[in-house]
């Protein structure tokens, strides 16, 4: 079994000193109470500015389809009035064609004077007939156009409601974003499990590896994303967070500078040792670290429970001692969750579990900053 140690490369002290205060004080309880108290204030008033653009949105469309009925009632006014004002042009014209056709005279001089003096009298009706027909064409052409005047009003007030309601849709939109991710945040804040489902997958935890711009050497030309990827498919067959995992062998490793001898999480290592184990492939150092991590996090973990046998390099190479090795952990099931890990647990170093929380802290937000 690995003994406590207090080893830290020290390329990896001077990365930790450049972290995030904010993120990573100088305690585990500290960074609890820190960030997750900005980030619990900063999500209720994101959360009460969502609610409020939301009744934005709604009084907005409330308003739109008040105006849109104002509108259609003001359209159907408006065809009124152009209907009577074509009504009254019309009957003028009809008016204009019958004196036309009175005025007309032939050679029976009796039928002309009848003619005339229809006409005459035609004349004189018509034009008083004319004159409260052009009155009310004029009137009618000054309600037209007020009612243009009010339609331009009441489209202009719709298209601009229209306008504030897309913006407040897009507001909400992007700050629900903003507050998905800072949920995000706050529960990779919050309690730890070492066991669970990892929330980050391979993708993600090599993009921001490679955002740091730190070299690494892994046996056989392994890639960070194909290490990320195993860590994933260990942690997963046996229910434990292999993206916190990763992390920690980011903190082990000195983001994986030298670890051609796969083994990623100090197994073995100690303050009086002289080196540590090695594993034969990049799987075999990243299970035994898994069912390691499994027997802290699990305190009814056993062998016959492991969705593999117990790494031979790790727990021994005679099965049967190799179960009972791990069936027998003196510290199983102690540190459930990583903000105890550290003092004792895994490692001397107190602040252990505040560095591989750092560094875990520091993925979760480039994921959620990159999604």
Request: glycine residues 8%; negative net charge.
């Amino acid at each position: 079994m690995a003994r406590p140690k207090t080893h830290i490369p020290v390329l990896l002290l001077a990365l930790v000193a450049g972290m995030v205060a904010s993120l990573v004080p100088v305690s585990v309880a500290g960074a609890q109470e820190v960030s997750v108290t900005r980030l619990q204030r900063d999500i209720a008033d994101n959360s009460k500015r969502i609610d409020d653009l939301g009744r934005e949105i709604d009084d907005a469309g409330r308003r739109q389809r008040q105006l849109e009925a104002e509108i259609a009632a003001t359209e159907g006014r408006l065809q009124t009035a152009r209907d009577l004002s074509d009504g009254i042009r019309a009957q003028i014209q009809d008016r204009a064609a019958s004196l036309y056709v009175v005025r007309r005279t032939g050679n029976d001089p009796l039928v002309n004077l009848r003619r005339i003096s229809d006409a005459a009298a035609a004349q004189h009706y018509g034009n008083g007939v004319s004159e409260a027909d052009d009155a009310l064409l004029n009137r009618l052409v000054d309600v037209s156009e007020g009612l243009d005047a009010d339609l331009k009003r009441l489209s202009d007030a719709r298209d601009e409601v229209v306008a504030q309601r897309d913006r407040a849709v897009a507001a909400k939109a992007a700050l629900e974003d903003v507050l998905t991710r800072q949920r995000k945040l706050l529960a990779a804040l919050d309690v730890i499990p070492l066991m669970g489902q990892a929330q980050l997958n391979a993708r993600q935890i090599a993009d921001w590896f490679d955002s740091t711009g730190m070299s690494y050497r892994l046996a056989g030309g392994m890639t960070i994303r194909d290490l990320a990827q195993i860590y994933l498919d260990e942690g997963t067959a046996e229910g434990v967070r292999g993206d916190v995992a990763f992390a920690q062998s980011v903190l082990e490793t000195g983001y994986f500078s030298w670890a051609l001898d796969n083994n990623y999480a100090g197994l073995g290592a100690c303050d009086s040792c002289a080196g540590e184990p090695g594993f034969p492939t990049p799987r075999d150092g990243v299970r035994a670290q898994i069912q390691h991590l499994k027997n802290y996090g699990d305190p009814d973990s056993r062998a016959s429970g492991l969705a593999h046998p117990p790494q031979p390099s790790w727990y021994g190479s005679d099965p049967v001692q190799a179960a009972r090795n791990f069936d027998t952990f003196f510290a199983k099931g102690r540190a459930q969750t990583w903000q105890v890990m550290g003092k004792g647990n895994w490692a001397t170093d107190p602040n252990y579990a505040t560095k591989v929380i750092g560094i875990y802290i520091r993925m979760v937000v480039f994921a959620a900053d990159h999604a």
